[in-house]
C-alpha cells in the first residue's frame, strides 16, 4: 500500500491524477480540516499528528511500501521523519516540492529566525498583516504593537481560539479560507491600512505571486520568513512526473 502523507492542496491534486491509475493507497493528515480536502475521492483516510514513532507503527499496521510526502513546504519535522522511517523500513520515499517563486517585492526583508522577524516587527509603525497560519499565532502575543497586527487564518473555530487565547482581539482576526487573488489581497490592504505583510514563501500553491502583485501595486513591505534548506531525495516539482514515476 503507497503512504500520502497529505493535508494539502498538492496531496489532493496529487491524488485527482494517481487514483485513475491504482488506488491502494491511504493518506494521513495532521488535522480534520486537511482530511475534508480529500473527502469526495475514494481513498482511506487517517486523521491524527504522528512522530517518528507512529509513523514507524503506521506503516507496519497498514503493510506500507512506498511512501509520497505531500505536506506542506514547512512541515520540516514531518518531512524529515518520513525520510528516516523510509530508510529504517527500507522503503521508497517520494516528495512533491512546490515549485520555486523567485519573484521578489519591490519593497521586502528577509528573516531565517523567527525571534528576529519578531523583533524587527515590534520596532514597525504602521499596521501588520501576518499570513504565516495560525500555529506562529502564540509567538506574536507579547509584541508592544499588537493592537497593530491582523491575523489572515483559516475560518476554524480552534483557530479563531488560539487567537482569542493570545490576547488577539476579535477585530484583529480575518478567518478566511484562501488562496487569495490579487485584488482581494489588495481590498484587505486598502480596508485594513495595511504597510507590511508577513508571509512565508511557500511556492505557487500558498498563492505568493498575488501577495507580491498586491504588495507592490500599495507600496506594501513584505516581511519574508525563510523556509529552511531540507535535503528531500526522490524530490519533484511537476505532479505529472511524480504520477508517472509511481506507476512504473
Not at 118 to 124: F, G, I
Request: charged fraction near 30%; include cysteine; glycine fraction near 4%.
Amino acid at each position: 500500500m503507497i503512504w500520502v502523507i497529505g493535508g494539502t492542496k498538492d496531496s489532493r491534486d496529487f491524488l485527482e491524477k494517481f487514483l485513475k491509475y491504482n488506488n491502494d493507497i491511504i493518506v494521513s493528515t495532521a488535522t480534520e480540516y486537511g482530511a475534508k480536502l480529500i473527502e469526495n475521492l475514494e481513498v482511506k483516510t487517517s486523521s491524527e499528528k504522528m512522530d517518528k514513532n507512529a509513523m514507524l507503527d503506521f506503516v507496519e499496521r497498514n503493510n506500507i511500501n512506498k511512501i509520497v510526502d505531500t505536506s506542506h513546504p514547512y512541515a520540516f519535522e514531518v518531512s524529515k521523519n518520513a525520510m528516516e522511517v523510509a530508510d529504517e523500513k527500507n522503503i521508497g520515499y517520494f516528495r512533491f516540492e512546490r515549485e520555486t517563486v523567485d519573484l521578489l517585492a519591490k519593497k521586502y526583508s528577509n528573516f531565517e529566525n523567527i525571534n528576529e522577524l519578531l523583533a524587527y516587527v515590534e520596532k514597525l509603525d504602521g499596521n501588520i498583516l501576518v499570513t504565516l497560519g495560525s500555529n506562529n499565532v502564540p509567538l506574536f502575543k507579547d509584541l508592544k504593537n499588537l493592537t497593530n497586527i491582523y491575523f489572515r487564518i483559516l475560518p476554524k473555530w480552534d483557530m479563531v481560539k488560539r487567537c482569542e487565547d493570545n490576547n488577539i482581539l476579535p477585530k484583529n482576526i480575518i478567518a478566511m479560507q484562501g488562496p487569495f487573488t490579487e485584488a482581494m489581497n489588495i481590498a484587505m490592504i486598502e480596508q485594513l491600512k495595511i504597510k507590511y505583510l508577513i508571509t512565508k514563501k511557500a511556492g505557487n500553491t500558498g498563492g505568493e505571486k498575488e501577495k507580491v502583485s498586491a504588495c507592490d501595486k500599495k507600496d506594501v513591505e513584505i516581511i519574508y520568513l525563510e523556509k529552511k534548506e531540507i535535503q528531500y531525495r526522490n524530490c519533484y516539482s511537476n505532479i505529472d512526473d511524480l504520477v508517472e514515476i509511481l506507476r512504473k
